[in-house]
């Protein structure tokens, strides 16, 4: 369990941490916030299935893009990519549930986060 | 031998690699590696908390809970009440979206539905009990409450049209 499971957690780990560095959250917050529009909703999306950013960062960063002005539907599809589409992961969790399955799983939350970033921007 | 002894690391190498890396970092005073090192333990300690319960998750169900049983409440013809149990399992849990795939894996062994695997997915990777309480903290009740009632339908939807496309292809999850 621990080489089958924990290892590849831990690589996932280590990836996620060089990205971080990489892609810091002062700069995600700079190209996110207020006035970003819907190229600032486009570019939440992509960042948000690329990477994979825990929750006690991505928090943090979500509110301070609400304080420098992001709109709610930006925030939303940011939040919701990070935590549902995973191209970092997508390679374990094709061995799970094989190609076509991931990549339709990861497509059709994309298209699900995308929605329910529009209705937040309606709904709030 | 050399190459037996390099498929035995294999699994290991980008660990390795990393420990040579910080290691090195510390030793040499490089700051981006320090960085890196640093959003890495971070990270390693959220691990550290959802790991026990994703193994005593995994654990519970292939001891204690009989094929039988899963397929009754969360099978092919468990209906709305089966639903409604996946996403309270997924809510009680904690931990990044890996970290279900085994319990996918674990209730897919067990006879639960296409649908209901997916509907936990979707309901494990954003309606997290633990995780709301710090969404709550940072973005406020109304965010959350609105985010999570417009996402729930929408994962039961993924759920509806994964089975739908899957059922007659030969769904399998892989123990890994």
Same mark, same amino acid.
């Given at each position: 369990m621990f080489k089958n499971i924990v290892v590849p957690f831990l690589n996932i780990l280590i990836l996620v941490s060089l990205l971080l560095f990489i892609v810091p959250p002062q700069m995600i917050v700079k190209y996110l +916030?207020? +006035?970003?529009g819907a190229l600032g909703f486009m570019i939440a999306a992509v960042v948000g299935s690329i990477t994979l950013i825990p929750g006690f960062i991505s928090y943090p960063i979500a509110s301070g893009l609400l304080r420098q002005g992001a709109s709610y539907s930006t925030i939303a599809v940011f939040m919701t990519t990070l935590m549902m589409v995973g191209v970092v992961t997508l390679p374990l969790e094709i061995k799970y549930f094989g190609k076509k399955t991931a990549v339709l799983r990861n497509s059709l939350n994309l298209i699900a986060a995308v929605v329910i970033g529009i209705l937040i921007g309606i709904i709030l | 031998m050399i190459k037996r002894s390099f498929e035995k690391i294999k699994p290991y190498i980008w660990l390795l690699s990393f420990a040579v890396f910080s290691v090195g970092s510390f030793w040499f005073g490089f700051d981006p590696g320090k960085t890196i090192y640093q959003s890495f333990t971070k990270s390693f300690i959220e691990m550290l908390i959802f790991i026990p319960f994703l193994f005593i998750i995994v654990g519970l169900f292939d001891v204690w809970f009989p094929k039988e049983k899963i397929e009754k409440h969360? !099978?092919?013809?468990?209906g709305i009440k089966g639903i409604f149990l996946v996403v309270i399992l997924a809510m009680l849990q904690a931990g990044p979206?890996? !970290?279900a795939f085994p319990v996918a894996y674990i209730l897919y062994k067990k006879g639960a539905s296409i649908k209901n695997i997916f509907i936990y997915l979707g309901a494990f990777s954003s309606l997290k009990i633990p995780m709301l309480g710090i969404e709550i903290g940072y973005l406020g009740i109304n965010f959350t409450l609105a985010r999570t009632l417009v996402s729930l339908p929408l994962f039961i939807a993924i759920g509806y049209l994964m089975e739908w496309y899957l059922k007659d292809k030969d769904f399998k999850i892989n123990e890994v």
């Open positions: +916030g207020a +006035g970003s | 969360i !099978g092919q013809e468990s979206l890996y !970290g």
